[in-house]
C-alpha cells in the first residue's frame, strides 16, 4: 500500500523540508513502528504489514462488505491478498497482538510529539501533572454471521479514550457479555481493566482524569481507583443520586473561568466517599448541568464545567467514524477481529489528525470553510447569552476545540494514498479544497 524509502521525521519542529509524498511519510512512520515489534513473525505469503495497510485502507475507504474490499484491493494494487488470508488474520490472536501494538506505538509517538498549541488545558496551571481524556462506549452494528445471544444478535459496544490535550484517539476494551449474559456494562468492563489500562499507559505520578457519562457511575470504584492509580473521574450526576450535601467547597467568583457556576459543594452517600458536586448554568442556554467529581477542590469548579464540556470531542470522532467513514457495522464475529477493527479506526483516526496538522502548521493551509463556522457559531453564542443578561465563560468563548475533518479533506488524503503524488503537488491540490467547497 505505501512506498518504503528512508527519511528522517520531525513533526514538533515541523523541519523537514524533503517530504516525498503523504503516502510515503505514512508510510515511514508505520515502518518504523513495525521494525520495532515485538508480535511480527515472518509470514511469506500475507506479511504483518500487509495486514497492517490492508486494515488501514478498509477504514479509511467506503466499501459494502469486507468481500467488496478484497476485489478492489486486488484490482486497485494487483496485491496477492484473498478473502481468506484477510479474513484468517482478523481471527489470529498473534494479529490481533500486533495490531494492538501498533497501535499504542503510534498514539504513544503522536501524542509525544502533538504541538503544545492545541492543548485547550496548557495555561490552566492547576492542572499541571494530569493528563485528561474524554472516554465513552461506541456501538457497531453486528456482523452478518455473529452469533446470536438468547436469540438476538447484540451489537458490540468498545470503549474508547480520546485525550483531551493532543485529541489522538485510544481504544481501551471490549465490552464482552461473560456467562451467556445479554450485554455487558461500561462499568463491569472498566472494573476488569487493569490499572495499567485505567492510567492509559502514563508513568507513575502522573495523574489521569476521565470524563465520562453517567453509565460509568460507581463511587466506590472510583475512590478506590484514585486511592490506589490516581485516576479521578468527573461525569453527570444521575436524577435518582443519593448524594447528601455535607458543605460547601469555597470559590472565587472574581475568576471568570467560574462565570455560571452556581454551587460547589462537598457530598457524600453513607459509609461512602466524598465527593463534589458543581452546580453550573450554560451562559448560553441557561441550561443547568450538575457535575460530580472526585477531584480536589483547588481545581475551579468552572475549570471541572469546561472538561466535561470537551468531553464532547470524543463524540465528534465517533461521528468521523460513522458518518464520514462509514464505520458502521462489526468486520467479524470473533472477539479478535473486532478488536483489529476497533485499533484501525484509532489508527485511521489519528493518522488522519496527524496530517491535517502538518498540512496546517508546515503548509499553513487551513479549512477555511469550517473556521468561518466556529467564529459564526461563537458571535451567535455571545450574543445570546449578553441578550440573557449572563456572562460568556472565558474558557468557552476563548478556546479552540477539535473539529472534524471535513469530507473534502478525508477524500483528497485517500487520493494521496492511492498515488505516491509529489508532496508540493499534493499541497497544491489540496489547498482551492480548503478554501471553499465545490458546489
Given amino acids: 500500500m505505501f512506498a518504503t524509502h528512508p527519511s528522517c521525521f520531525y513533526y514538533p519542529e515541523m523541519q523537514t523540508t524533503n517530504y516525498k509524498s503523504v503516502k510515503s511519510e505514512f508510510d515511514t512512520i508505520l515502518r518504523g513502528l513495525h521494525n520495532e515489534s515485538k508480535q511480527t513473525r515472518e509470514c511469506i505469503e500475507y506479511s504483518d504489514f500487509s495486514h497492517l495497510c490492508a486494515g488501514i485502507y ?8 469486507g468481500r467488496d474490499f478484497i476485489q478492489h ?5 494487483g496485491s496477492s491478498i484473498d478473502v481468506g488470508l484477510f479474513f484468517d488474520a482478523l481471527k489470529s490472536k498473534r494479529r490481533t497482538r500486533y495490531i494492538k501494538e501498533l ?15 492545541f492543548d485547550p488545558f496548557l495555561e490552566h496551571r492547576e492542572l499541571e501533572g494530569y493528563e485528561i481524556y474524554a472516554s465513552d462506549g461506541h456501538s457497531h452494528a453486528s456482523s452478518d454471521h455473529e452469533d446470536p445471544i438468547a436469540n438476538k444478535k447484540r451489537a458490540p459496544c468498545n470503549l474508547f479514550s480520546l485525550n483531551l490535550k493532543t485529541h489522538y484517539l485510544r481504544h481501551m476494551a471490549i465490552c464482552s457479555p461473560q ?6 456494562h461500561e462499568i463491569t468492563t472498566l472494573k476488569r481493566q487493569d490499572s495499567n489500562s485505567l492510567r492509559m499507559n502514563n508513568k507513575m505520578g502522573v495523574k489521569v482524569i476521565h470524563a465520562y457519562d453517567p453509565a460509568c457511575i460507581d463511587y466506590m470504584f ?3 481507583s484514585k486511592k490506589k492509580y490516581g485516576v479521578y473521574f468527573i461525569t453527570l450526576e444521575k436524577s435518582n443520586s443519593a448524594l447528601l450535601e455535607q458543605g460547601d467547597f469555597p470559590f472565587d467568583d472574581k475568576d471568570r473561568r467560574n462565570n455560571g457556576v452556581i454551587s460547589n459543594e462537598m457530598v457524600g452517600v453513607n459509609n461512602g466517599p466524598q465527593l463534589r458536586r458543581i452546580t453550573y448554568m450554560d451562559p448560553v442556554t441557561g441550561r443547568k ?6 477531584l480536589h477542590h483547588k481545581i475551579p469548579p468552572g475549570l471541572i464545567a469546561y472538561i466535561y464540556k470537551c468531553r464532547w470531542d470524543i463524540e465528534k470522532a465517533f461521528y468521523e467514524s460513522k458518518s464520514q467513514l462509514k464505520e458502521v457495522k462489526s468486520w467479524g464475529k470473533t472477539e479478535e477481529a473486532k478488536q483489529q477493527q476497533c485499533c484501525y479506526i ?6 488522519m489528525l496527524f496530517c491535517e496538522r502538518l498540512v496546517n502548521i508546515r503548509e499553513l493551509i487551513l479549512d477555511e470553510k469550517v473556521l468561518d463556522k466556529m467564529e459564526i457559531r461563537k458571535t451567535k453564542e455571545q450574543i445570546r447569552s449578553s441578550k440573557a443578561g449572563r456572562e460568556m465563560n472565558t474558557l468557552v468563548s ?15 488524503l485517500r487520493h494521496q494514498l492511492d498515488f505516491s503524488i509529489p508532496w508540493k503537488v499534493a499541497m497544491e491540490m489540496l489547498a482551492p479544497y480548503m478554501k471553499h467547497y465545490i458546489q
Fill in 58 to 65: 478498509r477504514t479509511l475507504n467506503i466499501f459494502a462488505s
Fill in 73 to 77: 484491493y486486488q484490482m486497485k494494487f
Fill in 103 to 117: 497501535s499504542q506505538k503510534l498514539y504513544d509517538k503522536f501524542n509525544k510529539e502533538a504541538p503544545s498549541i
Fill in 179 to 184: 456467562n451467556g449474559k445479554k450485554k455487558e
Fill in 222 to 224: 472510583w475512590d478506590k
Fill in 289 to 294: 448541568f450538575v457535575f460530580i467529581t472526585n
Fill in 346 to 351: 484509532a489508527l485511521v483516526h489519528n493518522l
Fill in 398 to 412: 476563548s478556546s479552540i476545540r477539535a473539529t472534524n475533518r471535513s469530507l473534502q479533506f478525508i477524500r483528497w
